[in-house]
């Protein structure tokens, strides 16, 4: 069974750039997430997806960060314009329902000069 | 704030020995979950436990689940290199959705 998959594995932008990350979770996976990593931390939730509504997104910023997941499958997360704060891993994850463990993707690695 | 921190940050020990590793957390939850990360790759999830479970088992690895304190221990047993990795410790709460939240991880080093 293939696992979560994310492209682009790594990206180097120059702040105030657009970005776009892609997650293809697993086939049947109901619920998406997308996490972002800070160097030295533990993941931190942005927004949570039930099929193809965004049910927890109360940590997004908002002002730059926008998500989405058409019918309910694959899912981008859009940074615009990026800043070097934005520097962080970006992990995509999803679960069968919202009570199963998390599986996760490789992560994208964001470096905004 | 992250609602889970572990204790040690960093732990360095031999091939073969037992590792521990330490989880607290603020609120109720639902369910504990341990995850391990290996450098630049995603997390990879070891164990659950639930609120009302106390022990739970997976190979070589043991976790205890203490709800009185807000605790949780990790024990690896018979450590190996390959073992070498971060590890995170993440809590369901009990209100609202399982939204995990993560503890800022043991850096755990297994020297051959």
């Known amino acids: 069974e293939a696992g979560v998959v994310q492209s682009p594995r790594y990206k180097i932008i120059e702040k105030k750039q657009p970005v776009a990350f892609w997650c293809n979770p697993i086939?049947?996976?109901?619920?998406l997430y997308w996490y972002r990593q800070n160097l030295g931390q533990g993941p931190e939730l942005l927004i949570r997806?039930?099929?193809?509504?965004?049910?927890?997104d109360s940590q997004l910023p908002k002002d730059r960060f926008s998500a989405e997941r058409l019918k309910g499958v694959d899912s981008t997360l859009k940074i615009q314009p990026a800043e070097l704060g934005d520097s962080a891993v970006y992990l995509c994850?999803?679960?069968?329902?919202?009570?199963?463990?998390?599986?996760f993707g490789p992560g994208t690695r964001l470096t905004v000069l | 704030s992250q609602q889970g921190e572990e204790d040690p940050q960093a732990l360095s020990i031999q091939e073969g020995e037992n590792a521990t590793m330490n989880c607290s957390y603020k609120?109720?939850?639902?369910?504990l979950q341990w995850y391990r990360q290996n450098s630049g790759r995603g997390l990879v999830h070891l164990i659950l436990?639930?609120?009302?479970?106390r022990e739970k088992h997976s190979g070589r690895l043991r976790v205890t689940l203490d709800t009185s304190k807000k605790s949780s221990s990790l024990l690896i047993t018979a450590s190996r290199a390959a073992d070498t990795a971060s590890y995170f410790c993440?809590?369901?709460?009990?209100?609202?959705?399982?939204?995990?939240?993560f503890g800022t991880g043991t850096r755990l080093t297994v020297i051959p």
């Open positions: 994850a999803s679960s069968p329902t919202i009570l199963n463990e998390q599986f």
């Open positions: 086939s049947g996976h109901n619920t």
């Open positions: 997806y039930e099929n193809e509504e965004a049910v927890d």
């Open positions: 609120t109720s939850i639902n369910n």
């Open positions: 436990i639930r609120s009302n479970e």
């Open positions: 993440a809590t369901a709460l009990q209100t609202g959705a399982n939204n995990l939240f």
